[in-house]
């Protein structure tokens, strides 16, 4: 019986540490979140802002203009609107890129890591995972997440997406050339985004 009673207490004190750990405050760290294979959690679709304010270093351009940081090329040919609405009423938004590798080592880039939208109001949009499910059937050239850019290469693609807001028209297009390091992120690149600069797909 003693036995019993022994490992009852014992089975008590591990349910109690689990709940200690369970109630922990819960922040949320600004750093960056990693993606090693191609399952990736669903993020919220709009969240506080935590992307603000990680680099040091801003570097703006244009739609089509090449900017480069970190030994990484980077343009934003366009910015598409994949035509259709989620149950939310939200617009699917897709980013066709290009990234130059000048380093001699491959690495993969993620939505959740290396990309988000900021709005006008300060908030940021990231990655949303119905909408890769979406593209993945529905527009060509599309790139799921994470993808590989190659050593001494260039990656081409479409990559996304977003789902925004039927009522926001101006947004700003943020990328983080962190290379093969998710944390190394000293530098982003910046795209402000007007109504006029998105493409729509029939």
């Not at 709940?19 to 990736?40: Q, Y």
């Not at 609405?85 to 699917?92: G, I, L, T």
């Not at 850019?149 to 009522?167: E, L, R, Y």
């Amino acid at each position: 019986m003693r036995k019993y009673k022994f490992t009852a207490l014992i089975l008590c004190a591990a349910m109690a540490v689990t709940a200690a750990a369970g109630c922990s405050d819960g922040k949320s760290s600004s750093r960056p979140i990693s993606v090693t294979s191609g399952s990736e959690q669903q993020p919220q679709t709009e969240v506080n802002t935590n992307n603000e304010g990680r680099a040091d270093n801003e570097i703006s351009a244009a739609v089509a203009e090449k900017a480069s940081a970190n030994k990484t090329g980077f343009t934003l040919n366009r910015v598409i609107d994949a035509g259709t609405r989620n149950d939310k009423n939200e617009r699917f938004i897709y980013l066709d890129i290009t990234i130059d590798n000048s380093t001699d080592k491959e690495y993969e880039l993620s939505m959740l890591n290396n990309f988000y939208l900021l709005l006008g109001n300060g908030s940021e949009l990231h990655y949303h995972v119905g909408s890769q499910l979406y593209a993945t059937n529905n527009i060509d050239g599309y790139v799921p997440s994470p993808f590989t850019v190659p050593a001494s290469g260039q990656f081409s693609g479409i990559v996304g997406g977003f789902a925004v807001g039927d009522d926001v028209k101006d947004f700003t297009v943020c990328f983080f050339p962190t290379l093969n390091d998710p944390n190394n992120t000293p530098d982003v690149i910046k795209v402000n985004i007007s109504e006029s600069d998105i493409t729509v797909l029939n």
